[in-house]
């Protein structure tokens, strides 16, 4: 994730996507690393960046939803829009610690 780190926004930007859960998995969207990058430009208008664990996620419109109306939320967020993408395709690799605590994945995964 390469979030815009110098805009005051974004450490309560990273929190809202916290609170956005996977129904399926029970875990954050932000700790399953699905967000890849949060950008706010300087009117505060905000593009948030994500992926699905697959494209046939069932619960993908959901998520999204979720996303957009988390970011909304936060006080002083501009416009809110969320794209989705397939690249780089999602990994259990970017799964945070406590997500892999969370899913009792406590070796990491690799890719063969």
């Given at each position: 994730?390469n979030?815009?780190?110098?805009?005051?926004?974004?450490?309560a930007?990273?929190?809202?996507c916290?609170?956005?859960?996977?129904?399926?998995?029970?875990?954050?969207?932000?700790?399953?690393?699905?967000?890849?990058?949060?950008?706010?430009?300087?009117?505060?208008?905000?593009v948030?960046?994500?992926?699905?664990?697959?494209?046939?996620?069932p619960?993908?419109?959901?998520?999204?939803?979720?996303?957009?109306?988390?970011?909304?939320?936060?006080?002083?967020?501009g416009?809110?829009?969320?794209?989705?993408v397939?690249?780089?395709?999602?990994?259990p690799?970017?799964?945070?610690?406590?997500?892999?605590?969370?899913?009792?994945?406590?070796?990491?995964?690799?890719?063969?």
């Amino acid at each position: 994730m390469n979030p815009s780190a110098d805009h005051p926004l974004v450490p309560a930007l990273l929190d809202a996507c916290g609170r956005v859960y996977d129904p399926e998995f029970g875990v954050s969207v932000r700790d399953l690393g699905l967000i890849y990058d949060i950008d706010v430009d300087k009117t505060g208008a905000v593009v948030a960046t994500m992926t699905l664990t697959s494209m046939y996620c069932p619960a993908g419109e959901v998520l999204t939803e979720g996303v957009r109306s988390a970011l909304e939320a936060v006080p002083g967020a501009g416009p809110v829009r969320v794209d989705l993408v397939w690249e780089p395709a999602w990994t259990p690799e970017l799964l945070t610690p406590a997500a892999r605590a969370q899913l009792g994945w406590n070796e990491p995964t690799t890719r063969e």
